[in-house]
């Protein structure tokens, strides 16, 4: 029963999720990349916490390779799509500190996040533009955090991230 519990709520949350990131179509893209970045950061936490400090390494090194996976998922939604699925695969994969619900749950929630974005792959790099998103000329990211501040990740041609820049004209 537990499982089906789970398997249920990552579907239903997936969705959630999904219809959430909809409702900024310049921005989805960005939306799913921090997400995946975010649930990559739990396992080397809980590991910590769990005082399992032999996993953290793993834990670390798999949290980065997500984090890569969700920064060049932002220009290419077939690595977002893949960085999900591999993380649904990593829950499946993970240590016994992790609840077995929990690792079902977001099996199921990562698995749905990935479907959507490889399906909706070519809409979501065409929706960024000029509001918001990847700027493919420059490789710039701009994130419109309210009417008078923006959040900047600017590249150049030979590093990935030369500089993060907040910039705002008002009060948050």
């Known amino acids: 029963m537990v499982s089906v519990i789970a398997s249920v709520a990552g579907v239903v949350l997936a969705a959630g999720y999904i219809a959430l ?78 609840p077995g619900w929990y690792l079902l749950f977001c099996g199921v929630y990562d698995v749905v996040t990935a479907a959507y974005i490889g399906i909706a792959g070519r809409r979501l790099t065409r929706a960024s533009g000029p509001g918001g998103g990847l700027d493919p000329s420059t490789r710039n990211l701009r994130i419109r955090l309210s009417e008078s501040c923006q959040l900047s990740a600017i590249s150049d041609q030979q590093s990935a991230v030369s500089s993060i820049q907040l910039g705002c004209s008002g009060p948050l």
Do not use: C, K, T
């Open 21 to 98: 990131a909809r409702r900024w179509p310049r921005r989805e893209i960005v939306f799913y990349a921090v997400g995946l970045a975010l649930v990559a950061l739990l396992y080397p936490v809980w590991s910590v916490a769990a005082g399992a400090a032999e996993r953290l390494g793993l834990e670390a090194g798999a949290a980065a390779a997500f984090g890569a996976a969700a920064w060049a998922g932002v220009r290419r939604p077939w690595l977002l799509a893949a960085g999900w699925l591999a993380h649904g695969a990593w829950d499946v994969a993970s240590p016994p500190f992790v």
